[in-house]
Nanobody, 115 residues
Framework: QVQLVESGGGLVQPGGSLRLSCEVS????????MAWYRQAPGKERELVAR???????SFGDPVKGRFTISRDSAKNMVYLQMNSLKPEDTALYYC?????????WGQGTQVTVSS
């Protein structure tokens, strides 16, 4: 059973920063890739950032240059550093893991950007 547990969400003012964490129940290298997605009310879930086993990263266009994804394999953790936050970044953020045809999700952590 794979478990992904997100933390670090909260309320932040525009221009501020947050770091989300995802604790994974087994080695992150057992997956092909780890990712962060988000879903805002009334919108579809969208990819925020992904990191592949080899270290290659990719980002959704709305967050390029502002967000970074990283990992700590010793702790089985994946992080999303979010800088220069905007109100439109407000969403429920999900941690995601992919292994071949299988996909795993966390419960999500809420990020609200508002003054």
């Amino acid at each position: 059973q794979v478990q992904l547990v997100e933390s670090g969400g909260g309320l932040v003012q525009p221009g501020g920063s947050l770091r989300l964490s995802c604790e994974v129940s087994r080695s992150i290298y057992s997956f092909n890739a780890m990712a962060w997605y988000r879903q805002a009310p009334g919108k579809e879930r969208e990819l925020v950032a992904r990191i592949f086993n080899g270290g290659y990263t990719s980002f959704g266009d709305p967050v390029k240059g502002r967000f970074t994804i990283s990992r700590d394999s010793a702790k089985n953790m994946v992080y999303l550093q979010m800088n220069s936050l905007k109100p439109e970044d407000t969403a429920l953020y999900y941690c995601n893991a992919i292994k071949n045809q299988y996909e795993y999700w966390g419960q999500g952590t809420q990020v609200t950007v508002s003054s």
